[in-house]
């Protein structure tokens, strides 16, 4: 089944007559996503490969029901976007921007929730329910690390999502649905508040968090599993262990302040609430197969 997305979500993009929104709706489609319409202001009455655009986002969610919005659009111009989205009733939302301004992203995620919609991102390579549909911009060769499964995962990560998600389906698992929530400091959307949609998904059996220093997202995620309000089996595997402090590694969320935010506080936290912690992206098929078995 999957969350967020399936291939009866019907999806609008924003931004998609630029080189990256054409580009990559043409990627989305060939993996099942249900693109309705495109929306880039002045350019109503083109179409990209048969999707008509239109000039605004309510124009084209009222034209075509669209219930999804995916965002390729710059960083100055995301919070405008996001805000078009949710004025027009879309509820779910991903933006793939890096670099947009802090105030804007905490305007957006205060937006989101004020509305009780879905913004995955920014600084995020989306979100893919394998063999049913994709928001965002996952590689080409997605088919070969990304296969249809019953193992939910949610990442701050880019690269380490494929090396991890990879272990996951070398261990004879594969994914019900990839989250990428971004390496922001402000992300639209925490790990804690997608665990309830896995919680209740009846074909998602265990969940993997790719983490990383900074932050208490991680944390949050061992505070749900000790409290009994996620019952699933709960992996993690966290980038960082060797950051030094006060120096940003990559992310400008990873980032260790204050004398928290470390890696090894974060797999303390996970493993006294009960989750697995690979030390190495490998140890992570192993550990599921620990926790479900035969499962898969």
Sequence with gaps: MGIFIDNNTRVLVQGITGKEGSFWTGHMRSLGTNVVAGVTPGKMGQDIDGIPVFHTVRQAAAAHEADAAMLFVPPRFTMDAVFEALDAGIRKIVTIADGIPMQDCLRIRRAALDTEARV???????VITPGKAMMGFFPWWIERVYKPGRIGVMTRSGSLTNEVTAMVVEAGFGVSTLIGVGGDPVPGTRFVE????????????????IGELGGTMEEECAEAVASGSFTKPLIAFLGGRNAPTGKRMGHAGAI?????????SKSAALRKAGAGVADRPRQVGGLLLEALGARR
Excluded: H, W, Y
């Design 194 to 209: 997608m665990l309830p949609d896995f919680e209740a998904d009846s074909q998602t059996d265990a969940v993997v968090i």
């Design 256 to 264: 260790v302040t204050g004398g928290k935010g470390d890696v090894a």
């Design 120 to 126: 995955i991102g920014g600084n995020t390579s989306g």
